[in-house]
């Protein structure tokens, strides 16, 4: 099963409540004794303030507190918390017991446990609501279709409107008897949807939904599936798949990268952004000059294209065209060089003198380093279309679309001159998909340094 948090982000958090632990110890001595511990009073009483540290961290690991907080209520939290503390007191205080360690301030004890207790539940709260105004706002939420029948479908859908704060934004809510394949693939390629729920009532067998073709539909498509159980929520067995609330999930996900992966190349695009907006800071006056001196018209170029799971984004360049590109776009339509839905002609008539410069250079994509950092594309991913191409998409092509558009990609190095089947582009979008790791970024922004080194 595919993780649906960051481990990265967990490790941060047990560190950050350890070094909270940590600091309880030096507060608690203070209250007790009037002044901070020495060497000496750290080697007294370091045993059980790391026994005790020690059990309160697995035990709010081992109820999932450094899982993910969104779907969890903070009476859940502060209840989850109680009872990781009363675990690790009872435990430490029989080892005190049983030691007969008459040393320790069993006042000091008190101090700590509590002091940890609550500075751990201070911070889980915190961050719970931090979160949640974070989603409230617009920010880290999902959109999602849900596909459903009766009462389920009107349960799920309710508790989406009535949990804002879960970042779950529900594009629609569709019963079953009113949906075909055609209408479903049509919705889910025309509207930005990243997950599709499936709630069906216990009784819907699959004469009356064949949901394996829907399933099939949405992996097609490059969207997350998460399946409803047809089984009595209220179970008390341990779900090894996901849960939303009392609703166990199984997840599907048509993209390779997990949480970490993510976070960890997110990371690489915002140093690598950075790095090439430095350099386009220092070529923007001699590029600007260039493209003045030699056509009118702007400096730079926006276009509208498609990324992550339909989202529109404007595209930034610098203008290697005439004015009126767009416009004679339509009068060489019978001269595109490639089969599909994208166009492309080698003897451009639209470019400029100094356009066939930049693009021979590749300097008229650095202005795309901004698009990177503000996270609408990733230093590598698959080419991004326009809105005009995604039109003519066929259901297979979608899965393109399910991660960020990239500066360079796998078509862009494996000889993007000599492939004019679009179907071709589509194979090495999804290669790169599937086979996707930080070492196959590495390789590509290799090749693509050699690609235009060579002038190719």
Request: net charge positive; glycine share 8%; with cysteine.
């Given at each position: 099963m595919l993780k649906e948090q960051s481990t990265i982000v967990r490790r941060i958090v047990i560190g950050v409540d350890l070094l909270l632990m940590s600091a309880a110890f030096p507060l608690a001595f203070y209250l007790r004794f009037d002044r901070f511990p020495l060497l000496r009073d750290l080697q007294q009483y370091g045993l059980i303030v790391l026994v005790f540290t020690a059990l309160f961290l697995f035990s709010l690991y081992r109820y999932k507190l450094y899982h993910q907080l969104r779907f969890i209520t903070f009476f859940d939290i502060g209840k989850k918390v109680a009872a990781s503390f009363i675990i690790a007191f009872s435990l430490a205080a029989a080892l005190l017991f049983l030691t007969h360690a008459t040393y320790y301030s069993r006042l000091l004890f008190i101090y700590f446990?509590?002091?940890?207790?609550?500075?751990?539940?201070?911070?889980?709260?915190?961050?719970?609501?931090?979160l949640n105004r974070?989603?409230?706002?617009?920010?880290?939420?999902?959109?999602?279709?849900?596909?459903?029948?009766?009462?389920?479908?009107?349960?799920?859908?309710?508790?989406?409107?009535?949990?804002?704060?879960?970042?779950?934004?529900?594009?629609?809510?569709?019963?079953?008897?009113?949906?075909?394949?055609?209408?479903?693939?049509?919705?889910?390629?025309?509207?930005v949807i990243d997950e599709v729920y499936f709630a069906l009532d216990?009784?819907?067998?699959?004469?009356?939904?064949?949901?394996?073709?829907?399933?099939?539909?949405?992996?097609?498509?490059?969207?997350?599936?998460?399946?409803?159980?047809?089984?009595?929520?209220?179970?008390?067995?341990?779900c090894d798949f996901a849960r939303l609330a009392d609703f166990p999930l199984v997840v599907l996900h048509p993209v390779t990268l997990d949480p970490d992966q993510i976070l960890i190349k997110r990371l690489v695009d915002i140093v690598g952004s950075l790095v090439g907006l430095m350099l386009n800071a220092v070529l923007l006056p001699l590029v600007a000059l260039a493209i003045k001196m030699d056509s009118p018209g702007p400096i730079f170029f926006s276009q509208q294209?498609?990324?992550?799971?339909?989202?529109?984004?404007?595209?930034?360049?610098?203008?290697?065209?005439?004015?009126?590109?767009?416009?004679?776009?339509?009068?060489?339509?019978?001269?595109?060089?490639?089969?599909?839905?994208?166009?492309?002609?080698?003897?451009?008539?639209?470019?400029?003198?100094?356009?066939?410069?930049?693009?021979?250079?590749?300097?008229?994509?650095?202005?795309?380093?901004?698009?990177?950092?503000?996270?609408?594309?990733?230093?590598?991913?698959?080419?991004?279309?326009?809105?005009?191409?995604?039109?003519?998409?066929?259901?297979?092509?979608?899965?393109?679309?399910?991660?960020?558009?990239?500066?360079?990609?796998?078509?862009?190095?494996?000889?993007?001159?000599?492939?004019?089947?679009?179907?071709?582009?589509?194979?090495?979008?999804?290669?790169?998909i599937d086979q996707w790791s930080l070492w196959l970024d590495f390789k590509i922004i290799l090749k693509t340094v050699i690609v235009l080194g060579s002038g190719k």
């Open positions: 446990s509590g002091a940890v207790f609550s500075l751990t539940l201070i911070t889980k709260i915190g961050l719970k609501i931090f974070m989603r409230l706002k617009g920010y880290n939420f999902r959109q999602a279709l849900i596909v459903g029948s009766g009462k389920k479908l009107v349960e799920v859908e309710k508790f989406f409107q009535q949990h804002g704060s879960y970042g779950i934004k529900v594009f629609a809510a569709l019963e079953i008897g009113t949906l075909t394949p055609i209408k479903f693939e049509e919705i889910l390629t025309h509207n216990r009784q819907v067998s699959r004469p009356h939904f064949p949901i394996d073709a829907y399933l099939d539909i949405t992996e097609q498509a490059g969207k997350t599936s998460k399946i409803m159980l047809n089984i009595n929520e209220n179970r008390h067995s341990s294209r498609v990324g992550e799971n339909g989202r529109l984004f404007s595209l930034y360049k610098y203008r290697t065209m005439c004015i009126d590109a767009e416009e004679k776009k339509k009068e060489l339509a019978d001269q595109n060089e490639l089969d599909g839905a994208v166009f492309k002609i080698t003897d451009d008539p639209r470019v400029t003198r100094v356009g066939r410069i930049l693009r021979k250079l590749s300097l008229d994509e650095l202005p795309q380093f901004w698009n990177v950092f503000k996270g609408e594309m990733s230093l590598v991913g698959t080419r991004p279309p326009t809105p005009g191409e995604v039109a003519e998409y066929r259901l297979r092509h979608y899965r393109r679309l399910s991660v960020k558009p990239g500066l360079t990609g796998m078509w862009q190095v494996s000889g993007r001159n000599l492939i004019t089947d679009f179907d071709q582009i589509v194979a090495l979008d999804t290669k790169y």
